[in-house]
């Protein structure tokens, strides 16, 4: 197997190169920041994040963006969704015209309404694209724990050579060629997490915090439909899966986003406190936009936008969705099979 750089040495992007040079790959982590990198070179671990976690000594750590791009042949992108256009016109000076790249971010482009595999497009027409994702917190994995994900490509043959770079004792990767389900589903989840996290923090309990996730899911499923993704695809790893790890787990940056509004803070105030990067606050932003343009209800969504950025209360949101108008919980036109008999 080639060479792997994984840029960006945040949480994911530093347990996502430990876990390729412990698999036995050459892999190299750029850093963004040259003390960075300084740091990790001289102590073994990252002095941002995941500060208890001793790196493999394998692990090449480097802030030239040149040297890390023209010495591999797979590169994965870690850094923050807002963030890739940028940094890939900078990388795409140094890689050839049909580059491998497999994105790791999970959000969308606040700018152009994107998703990270239209970018990719736009800014590296002929690359190789992939995307992998699921329910796959950095700090369990970095810690060795059991997880499961989905590498997804439309290009046949790609998701499966990540499939086998990736995979490892304990991380298991299944291949797709749904991407924009997958890439619906990382995206989308992080804001369902953020309402939950407030739901959770004004105690609302655990019915509400039980269909909040639910009718979650039906939005995404929802947008999903209407781009294009297949609907098993948001039932799987990169659906379900990655919704209930963040929308119940306190690593989750999103959810604790969200605990901290809800507690009184403001967004800006939240960000500040969590001191990395919450896509899902970004995310919602665009997604309200898209739904608008395209003619689709995303109400919980909205809900979220209006506490986040008109500094409208919890309460107030959870009257306005109660009080909307009674339908039923899967619109007739969505029934699978319709016209033939249901067994009724």
């Known amino acids: 197997m080639g060479k792997i750089t994984v840029y960006g040495a945040g949480s994911w992007g530093t347990a996502a190169a430990d876990l390729l040079a412990r698999g036995g790959h050459q892999a190299t982590l750029w850093c963004r920041r040259p003390e960075q990198a300084r740091a990790i070179n001289a102590t073994g671990r990252n002095p941002d994040y995941l ?10 750590v480097t802030a030239d963006l040149e040297e890390a791009a023209v010495s ?31 994105n790791l971010a999970k959000g969308i482009e606040i700018a152009s309404g994107d998703r990270i595999s239209q970018v990719v497009a736009e800014t590296l027409p002929g690359s190789r694209y992939s995307v992998l994702s699921g329910p796959s917190h950095a700090e369990e994995v970095a810690d060795g724990k059991p997880a499961a994900v989905v590498a997804a490509s439309s290009i046949p043959g790609e998701a499966e050579l990540w499939q086998g ?26 804001v369902i997490a953020i309402a939950a996290g407030i739901a959770a923090s004004r105690e609302m309990g655990h019915n509400a915090l039980a269909a909040l996730v639910c009718r979650g899911l039906a939005e995404v499923m929802r ?38 509004v809800g507690g009184g803070m403001t967004l800006t105030q939240a960000l500040n ?25 995303l109400p919980l969504t909205e809900a ?20 909307r108008e009674l339908k039923p919980e899967l619109p007739p036109e969505m029934y699978w099979g319709r016209g033939t008999s249901r067994g009724d």
């Open 51 to 60: 500060k208890r976690t001793d790196l493999s000594p394998a692990l090449l």
């Open 72 to 102: 591999s042949q797979f590169h994965v992108i870690a850094v923050p969704t807002q963030s890739v256009r940028e940094f890939l016109s900078g990388a795409a000076r140094y890689w050839p015209r049909d580059v491998r790249v497999c």
């Open 273 to 297: 406190s969590l001191g990395q990067v919450a896509e899902g606050a970004y995310t919602v932003d665009a997604l309200v936009r898209n739904a608008r343009e395209i003619d689709i209800e």
């Open 165 to 190: 770079i990736f995979s490892g004792k304990l991380f298991r990767v299944y291949t797709s060629d749904d991407v924009v389900g997958v890439e619906i589903g990382g995206a989308v989840k992080n």
């Open 223 to 260: 947008l999903g439909a209407k781009l294009g993704a297949h609907p098993l695809t948001l039932a799987g790893l990169a659906g379900v899966g990655d919704l209930m790890v963040t929308c119940f787990s306190g690593l989750s940056r999103n959810y604790r986003l969200g605990l901290a």
């Open 304 to 323: 979220v936008h209006r506490i986040l950025y008109d500094a409208v209360s919890p309460e107030s949101m959870v009257g306005s969705l109660f009080g």
